[in-house]
């Protein structure tokens, strides 16, 4: 950002506010006017109503204490693993409820669940914990601490692995288990199947990042994804933090940049040790699965252009470097990527994820070019699979049974009988065992946190839940209720749904003031917290304890519905979603449920597009909105947005990105808003946001704007102290423009 000079910052300690002063050469005094309009909003201050009346468990619910060290819903069960018999599980876990997880081992045959580790206080481990496990060819577990890679050792002590680089990720042993594989510093590197004598088998260059790979079935050869920045435009962000002025400089390519990422696609032969790329037609071309088949003898590669209309999927012979077109599609209205490909058994043809037919659906491809043979269908989606190859089966999630839910179900190769295998309704994140006869399952649901599970996966006897993470308290707390409602949109009468979470004591004989939010597409879960992109668990909680309903609308470009659903939203950010949004509200408003005069509205990122625009473009209708980190001008989006909003040139450029950019609408600005936003976001630019707010003081607009000094795109997950000030400052903005029963 040349010519910005920075952030400075006081703090005053006995209001608890943090006042921030960005100066900038260009814009001199008018942003001191700027600060005297719109000082940074935080705690209770500048016109925000103080809390009086809250209800008689409002401690537990409060946004300190549902954000403190201590998390009463518990820590997450993460890394799940299982050994190569299939009879033992490692995960990440931690059975206090603090954040820092630590390994633990769970075996099936004695039922038994054991801490192995407990490396809190090991100097320089990071809060969370542990971030990765797997099993060793001995039987023995690696896991990665603060980025360096360790080995439990027959005493049960970490042991440092000799030789290994820093920042590893990526653990994954191959199908034989003679070695293992991993991501660090400087590229991929390879080790024994115990862990012994790390080497760096494919060397990396400055701005090239090893992204994924994957090992061959049944041969010691892997192929990999490299992303490539070298050419990518440069961007400068400035900011202030610490008492210190920063310039952090990112790749960061814009729509009609003539380099964006390139993606390179690579395999390696760890006995003869070379390695060799394939020679694609495109490098920037987005790559959306790859693989090897059995022998290792070849690969394919399920790619499309960045504008995904055009995709494509190829099959190179290794050996001699013929690639071999297998599967091509276009389609103008196509705005979702949700493909998938992974090789039948013994390499004999695709097995596919396409949505040809309207809806994302699996299909066989046999031979090249022929048509593909559908194994599902129906007017429900498929969101991923997993392929046994040894008992001819496909297990995959989909909303068949809702579309709030993410199950799992499993069918033949030839199609058939779908039979469920996680039919609790909810959300399932499973990882099957080497044979696929266990799956363990992270399930939750709107009311139940995330937890682990094992269970069969011919469904035969009773799923067996081998962590508890709630603390007690958590069964003392008047959790929200979570009801599913169905309406329409008054635009082209298409089905929508919403998520509403109402307060434990709703009284359905009396509207209440609404929340929309955190707005965004696939908002609609059945899962503890919605959607789970941010940690808004608690926030919503919050806001229903202070005595509002809280509405997670559908919005079009989202999963479940099929690509005529979907079609619509091409060329229409800002326009169609959050027309979308509004039904939900009006439908509330028509019912009796909500106040038409106190509804409001709030998003992050795409989000916090969609509630600018929702206050630019239908003033008088939310009473208050907050917009974190929002996109408010599409011209500096990532150049894969231009799924939806169309390319940088052409028939209606630069119009119509004009209309899908907040910061050309804001002459529409009636009703209150709150802007937080950290200045370290390389996503979304502050500067945006600056250049937002200069436009809306000259207009004679009136705003709050909330500035996180050092905090990057996702400013509620940067600490405990930045989240809960955040959310401080936008439960008593609504609060002060919605004013809630009993505040």
Known sequence: MPGWQGLQYSFSRDIGYIFIATIASQMGNLMLGFLQKTALVAGLGLGLAAVNATPAHAQALSIDALYGDTSIIGTSPEGYVWDASGTRLTFLWNDEGRPFRDV??????SGKKTKLTSLADI???PSSGVSEAAFLSDGSIAFVLGGALYRLNENGMPQKISGAPANVRQLALSSDGKYLAFVADKGLWLASGAGDAPYLAVPTEPKVNVERYEWAGSTSRLAY????MRQTRLV?????????????VVSRAFP??????????????????????????NDQDQVWSFGLTPDGKQLFLDSSDLMIKDHAIDVYDLASGKRTPFYRNHDDSQIRPDWQTAWAPDGKGLITLLDDDGFNQLYRIDRP????RAITSGAWEIASFRLDPDDGEVYFESSRDGLENRNWYRVGLSGGKITPVMPRPGTHEPVFGPDFARFADRFSDDVTPPDLYIGKSDASGAVAQITHSPLPEFDKVHWAQVRYVDYTSHVDGAPLRARMMLPPDYDPGRPYPVIVGSVYSDGLRNQWGGRSAHPTWGLDQNLVSRGYIVLQPEIRG?????AKWNAPMHLSYGSLDIDDIQDGAKYLISQGIADADRIGIWG??????????????????????????????????????EWIMGAPEGEGFPEGYERQSAYYQSAGLEDPLTIIHGTKDEVVLYADTMALAEKMIQQGKRFNLVTLPGVGHAWDMHDGATTRFAFHALADFFDAKLQPEGQ
Do not use: C
């Open 104 to 109: 633990w081992l769970y075996d099936v045959q």
């Open 256 to 281: 009609g940049d003539a380099h964006n990422i390139a993606y390179h696609i690579g395999t390696f032969d760890v006995q003869t040790g070379t390695s060799a790329l394939v020679m694609r037609g």
């Open 123 to 125: 100097e320089g481990a």
């Open 236 to 248: 400068e962000i400035a900011y202030d933090a610490g008492g210190e002025p920063h310039r952090d």
């Open 604 to 641: 992050s990122s795409y989000g916090g597009l969609m509630t600018l625009m929702s206050v630019f473009k239908k003033p008088g209708f939310y009473a208050a909105g907050v917009a974190g980190a929002p996109a408010s001008n599409v011209f500096h989006a990532y150049p894969e947005q």
């Open 225 to 228: 994804l490299l992303s490539d």
């Open 369 to 372: 070019m022929a048509k593909p």
């Open 558 to 562: 989202s999963f479940g519905r099929g």
